[in-house]
């Protein structure tokens, strides 16, 4: 498996996340972002227990390459 990153959140105080990342050997998308601790906002979701749901800003979206060139566009 390689990961590619492919880009991280500019507005980060510390610089290490969200991140995004490709899987070239799934074709899948790994995001690195923040856990979602309020247990009001995870009961209105429906996560089995194999699951979890991070928050990922949408200032982020422009490092997915089918929003900035189309997709085939990976790093």
Request: charged share 25%; net charge negative; glycine share 8%.
């Amino acid at each position: 498996m390689a990961l590619h990153m492919l880009g991280k959140d500019p507005n980060s105080p510390d610089g290490d996340s969200p991140t995004l990342y490709y899987d070239d050997e799934t074709d899948n998308y790994l995001i690195q972002g923040w856990k979602v601790p309020d247990q009001e906002r995870r009961s209105q979701l429906n996560l089995p227990g194999h699951e979890d749901v991070v928050e990922f800003p949408r200032r982020m979206m422009q490092f997915f390459p089918e929003v900035n060139g189309g997709p085939d566009a990976h790093a």
